[in-house]
């Protein structure tokens, strides 16, 4: 570079040198310019370079990063213009695009051949790999991970320009001068071990070897002779070596950028740093910004990512346009991301979108899931359901299947964990008559299921990682996703990482969780970036801010944890060791990181930083303690984000209600009635909407299934003793436990729970015999067990035909006995109509009492003839533990005894039927008036109180809340839902 040049770039120097290099830099032979950045700093590179004799054409300039490309390509058209000449674009690329350039592979700590060759040599060495915490095969590949990445680091440190033996000698001295008073004998032999490791590697010519062999190859014949160098941080050693060794053969015109010019006054900077002092430039001139940085506390992530939203869209009024929003939490960039998408704000990001926090990766992520793990029902739908699963068939078909899947997991009593539950539950239950396609949708549901326990078997060897491809490119393709693949950027993303292991040469053989363990470091390592719509608005992490100019900027999660990142030196070397080695350690990230803080708040006319003062679990978080410093010095106050009120007007409508005429049911259970009597609304989208909300998979014990177990346990227990002469009472618990173990024990080898079922059971058992035993001494005996009734009671309307209606329901036992007149010696018998319950009776005594009872009146109602006529007693009988005593006076509803028991009928002496008769008339009768006036347009109103709405699955519906008060829907039509 010429005098002139580098006069030029001196002139921005106020003799502030930064002493951070050596006397052997300094003499290096290049023409060092040790510069500042300012408005003016492109522009001078390009004066400088356009005034070398070297056409600017063939020139190359070499900079830290890609994002100095655009203020270069913007300086040099100006300069163009001012000189009405046409210039040609110097080539502008990093020193490792430059080497790839010249033949060099682009290397990996994380690759994939290196690390699976390294876990095969870890497994064979078991004693290392139980030395280095090492037990799964999938633990071993992260320890062959880091076993790569150390030996690519050591290899950049050591080897440049070097044989390995120089390196071996550095790493050796380090260990006897670090370890030796430390850990003794026994740290020199481990770190000897790691010698080994990484020689060994080095012969393999890796990636690094080799790409540090074609930067050995362009210091013997450099490719350009003149080349500009930009540097803005501290060299890494091979880097230091390369440029020392290539300006002796090439002309190197060294651009040091140490200091930026700040854009106004930073006396609070050099009061809160030290290193200010020496990095910042004042600008001639500059006021003092008042208030230029602002740092606000957020009562949690929402509030902060608002905030962050608010303030760019003011910025935008206000005619900003080059707005930088620094990452230092993923978590919120991604709201504010997703919010000013929502804002119609388009943003650039730079941060590097995760390849596994894609839509599209958790096709095969979840899909991977299923056959690693338990095929549960939530995962398998949503896995069915992703947009890029079975996307070879028609949306309608796909959407009838994930229905019927659905359908089979309610349906089945036990929780469906295998590829073999779910193809017996489809053979067992086919879909139902309303579905669409039913057929179509059967065949296509055993289809899967059959190719899933094909490959259930084929994911159960061991591959290596060129058939694992295969195999799983095979997957995709019977599970529709290879087409959808394509036509997803993420898709292309994975099948290029596909086609990339399909060349492994490696022929160790995976598991199915060393595959997946695989996968997803490479996807976890692979970044994936929507389309850039826009460069107004930048999303980007504290390093990319270098030598560039904002606006305005906000540093979003500036807690302590994230500013500097708390993260420390990973891998098998501690930070003494690295010291001595000369290492990069986390130290040297947080000065860089600090540096770049400074330039951000010398450079940025408006900054705001903000933090959440609570982490999601709740645990306080502090200001980052660099931002402390700055606050102290600057003798500023975090404000709090306190987000303005909005008035929104409340959104009140008429009660919901729905006119069902022309819609009414045909059919009524006593389930239905409850619904109707507990909120008519409620009825309406059950019963006439069809509207069910299907229980997610458990494997718990439901109460419902508890009260079918005991009532076929009782089925079973009645027809025991009706084929034996002994009635005995030891005989009959006899009987009910040989029954309840017979019942539960099969269901309880599936599942565990069903032990704790049968264990309450059998205490159930001496209190229900002796209860029933002593029904049979009031001469009562068994008549019919889980009888399902039904009868035609149609609605009669005046001047129409009658609505048909059919009652129907399922009685749980029906006890009949002999009775004799005691006037007319006629002899009669008579009826109990009994429901049993395992929860407690309150309720419906309650129920009974206050006269609102329906369940048992409906059940009187599905008979006519003699049962209907001699029907006694009807009631509720519940389980219990306790011993049965006998009471000194009946109570009414309750019986004679203290087992629990609800009787519609008072008195379980008496033998008038007449009660029961007219309960029962009474709801025939309350139910036909309420269907004419449903009929007749009356509407049906969300009308429920809070025990009926406290686990209404429909409450989302009638809006209950957003309403008017009950009171009002008198007066109101009514409208439909």
């Known amino acids: ?162 044989a390995i033996g120089v390196g071996e000698a550095a790493l050796k001295r380090v260990v006897d001068e670090v370890y030796q008073a430390q850990a003794g004998v026994l740290a020199q032999q481990e770190l000897a071990i790691l ?39 501290a060299w890494t050693a091979h880097e230091a070596w390369f440029w020392a060794q290539y300006a002796r053969g090439a002309q190197v015109n060294l651009i040091d950028v140490v200091q930026v010019r700040a854009v106004h006054a930073v006396e609070p900077l050099h009061a809160a740093w030290a290193v200010a002092q020496s990095r910042v430039l004042a600008g001639a001139g500059a006021a003092p910004a008042q208030g230029s940085v602002q740092i606000y506390g957020a009562a949690n992530l929402e509030d902060e990512a608002q905030a962050v939203v608010r303030q760019v869209l ?63 029902a939530h995962l398998l739908l949503d896995w069915l359901a992703h947009p890029l699963v079975l996307a070879d068939v028609t949306g309608e078909l796909k959407e009838n299947v994930v229905r019927y899947v659905r359908a089979l997991s309610a349906r089945s009593k036990r929780v469906l964990r295998r590829w073999t539950d779910w193809q017996a539950a489809a053979q067992r239950f086919e879909p139902a008559d309303d579905l669409a396609q039913r057929e179509a949708v059967h065949a296509l549901a055993l289809a899967l299921f059959e190719r899933a326990i094909g490959y259930e078997k084929r994911f159960a060897k061991a591959l290596p990682m060129a058939q694992w491809v295969a195999l799983v490119l095979a997957w995709a393709d019977d599970f529709g996703m290879t087409g959808a693949w394509r036509n997803d950027a993420a898709g292309l993303v994975w099948l290029d990482l596909l086609e990339k292991w399909r060349g492994v040469a490696s022929d160790v053989p995976l598991r199915f969780a060393a595959f997946m363990r695989v996968q997803q470091s490479e996807v976890e390592g692979a970044t994936f970036r929507p389309h850039d719509v826009s460069d107004e608005v930048l999303l980007l992490p504290l390093g990319s801010t270098r030598m560039r100019d904002f606006e305005a900027v906000w540093l979003m999660g500036a807690t302590q944890g994230n500013l500097p990142s708390t993260a420390r030196n990973k891998g098998f070397l501690n930070t003494a060791a690295r010291l001595g080695l000369g290492l990069p350690t986390f130290m040297d990230n947080h000065a860089q990181a600090q540096r770049d803080l400074i330039d951000l708040f010398a450079r940025t006319p408006q900054l705001c930083a903000s933090y959440c003062v609570s982490a999601d679990d709740g645990a306080p978080q502090a200001l980052s303690t660099w931002l402390m410093q700055w606050q102290r010095a600057a003798g500023a106050r975090i404000q709090t984000i306190a987000l303005p009120a909005q008035a929104v007007a409340p959104e009140v409508a008429a009660q919901s209600g729905a006119v069902a005429t022309g819609l009414l049911p045909t059919a009524l259970s006593a389930t239905d009635l409850s619904s109707l009597l507990e909120c008519p609304y409620q009825f309406y989208s059950r019963k006439i909407l069809g509207l069910q909300q299907l229980d997610a998979p458990s494997d718990a014990v439901s109460p419902a299934d508890k009260g079918n177990l005991w009532h076929n346990v009782l089925v079973d ?76 009671q149609p609605i009669v309307l005046e001047g129409a035909a009658a609505l048909p209606l059919n009652w129907n329901g399922r009685i749980d036992q029906i006890d009949v006995r002999e009775h004799t007149d005691p006037h007319s010696g006629e002899r009669t018998r008579e009826y109990a109509v009994m429901d049993y319950k395992t929860g407690a009776l309150g309720k419906f005594q309650k129920a ?63 033998h008038d039927a007449s009660a029961l008769q007219g309960a029962a008339r009474l709801l025939k009768e309350q139910v036909s008036n309420s269907f004419i006036d449903m009929h007749n347009g009356l509407p049906l109103m969300a009308m429920g109180e809070l025990t009926a709405c406290q686990y209404c699955q429909v409450r989302g519906l009638c809006r209950k809340g957003y309403t008017q008060t009950p009171s009002n829907h008198h007066s109101q039509k009514g409208t439909h839902s």
């Open 314 to 376: 003011d910025w935008r009024a206000q005619g900003l346009r080059k707005i930088a929003l620094v990452a230092l939490d993923r978590t919120v960039s991604r709201r504010v991301w997703a919010l000013l998408g929502r804002c119609g704000v388009a943003l650039r990001d730079d941060t590097g979108w995760l390849l596994s926090t894609a839509r599209g990766a958790s096709s095969w992520q979840q899909g991977f899931e299923l056959w690693a793990d338990d095929v549960s």
């Open 1 to 162: 570079m010429n005098n002139d040049f580098n006069n030029d770039l001196n002139s921005h120097l106020n003799g502030h040198l930064n002493n951070d290099l050596s006397n052997d830099f300094l003499e290096a032979p290049w023409c060092l310019s040790r510069c500042v950045f300012d408005d003016d700093f492109w522009p001078q590179v390009v004066a400088g370079m356009a005034a070398q004799a070297a056409p600017l054409h063939e020139q190359i300039i070499i900079v830290p990063d890609g994002s100095m490309y655009v203020p270069f390509a913007r300086a040099l058209a100006a300069h163009a213009r001012a000189g009405q000449t046409a210039c040609g674009m110097p080539r502008m690329m990093t020193l490792l695009d430059w080497a790839k350039s010249r033949g060099a592979s682009d290397w990996d700590g994380l690759h994939v051949t290196r690390s699976i060759d390294w876990m095969a040599q870890l497994k064979e060495a078991s004693q290392l790999a139980q030395w280095l915490a090492g037990s799964r095969e999938a633990d071993v590949f992260d320890l062959a991970q880091n076993m790569v990445a150390l030996s690519d680091e050591l290899s950049l440190h050591f080897l440049a320009g070097q």
């Open 717 to 792: 227990f009645h027809q025991l003793r009706g084929l034996r002469e002994d009635t005995g009472a030891q005989s009959d618990h006899d009987d009910l436990v040989t029954c309840l173990r017979q019942k539960l024990t099969p269901l309880a080898l599936k599942n565990a729970r069903y032990w704790l079922t049968l264990e309450a059971f059998l205490g159930y058992a001496p209190s229900y015999v002796t209860w029933w035993r002593a029904r049979e001494a009031q001469g009562w005996r068994l008549f019919k067990n889980e009888t399902k009734a039904e009868i035609n």
């Open 848 to 910: 009974i009492k206050n006269g609102e009872e329906v369940q048992l009146a409906f059940y009187l109602n599905l008979f006519s003839g003699e049962i209907f006529t001699h029907a006694i007693q009807a009631g509720y009988v519940g389980v219990s533990d306790k011993p049965v005593t006998d009471l000194k006076a009946e109570k009414p509803h309750q019986g004679a005894n203290s087992y629990p028991q609800a009787w519609l009928n008072a008195s379980q002496t008496s």
């Open 195 to 233: 010698l080994q490791c990484w020689a060994a590697d080095v012969q393999q010519q890796t990636p690094v070897v080799r790409y540090l062999q074609v930067l050995a190859n362009m210091v013997e014949a450099p490719p350009a002779r003149c080349v500009t160098v930009v540097r803005n941080r």
